[in-house]
């Protein structure tokens, strides 16, 4: 029974990072949990591009931009939409969610969503970097196992 899966080892990948500047100081945090990641898993500095964006609402446009260009292997979102801040929170998750998807899917290129979606700024402080890990990191080893992946099948 063939069964294909990912690894950790990185090879001669290039990943995109796609951060948005709302909330930046938890969006930082992020990008260096990514970044850290990305180093672990054996990517060098110079094959992680980061590009910062308004807000979690521009991020597909930008990734859609990037996956085109046929650069990367993976392209991940970071971004922090906090549902106490704002009554935009819906509009701006779900669009942010659905955009990434569809990117994902219309290019082939994998779109990894490492956007926090928080009722408190006290959780999105927690799932970047402190009690409950960082989701920039988690975010950055998926990439590594999806662009590890994809040769696969083809
Ligand atoms: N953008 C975020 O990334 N997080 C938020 O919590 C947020 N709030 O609260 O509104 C937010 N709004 C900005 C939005 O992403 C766009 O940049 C803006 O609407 C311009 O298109």
Redesign the pocket.
């Known amino acids: 029974m063939p069964v294909l899966e990912g690894t950790l080892a990185a090879g001669g990948h290039r990943f995109a990072v796609v951060a948005?500047r709302?909330?930046d100081t938890i969006v930082r945090r992020l990008v260096d949990g990514a970044t850290d990641a990305f180093r672990r898993a054996g990517v060098p500095d110079e094959h992680v591009t980061v590009v910062w964006v308004?807000?979690?609402?521009?991020l597909p446009v930008a990734a859609k931009r990037l996956a085109e260009s046929g650069h990367y292997a993976a392209v991940l979102l970071l971004?922090?939409?906090?549902r106490g801040?704002?009554a935009?929170f819906d509009y701006?998750a779900g669009q942010a969610a659905a955009g990434a998807q569809r990117v994902a899917v219309d290019t082939g290129v994998p779109v990894l969503f490492g956007v926090l979606t928080t009722d408190t700024i006290e959780q999105a402080l927690e799932r970047s970097g402190t009690k409950a890990g960082n989701k920039g990191a988690d975010t950055a080893l998926a990439a590594v196992e999806m662009a590890t992946l994809m040769p696969q099948l083809s």
Request: negative net charge; proline residues 6%.
């Open positions: 948005s709302f909330n308004p807000g979690a609402f521009e971004g922090c939409v906090i801040a704002t935009h701006v």
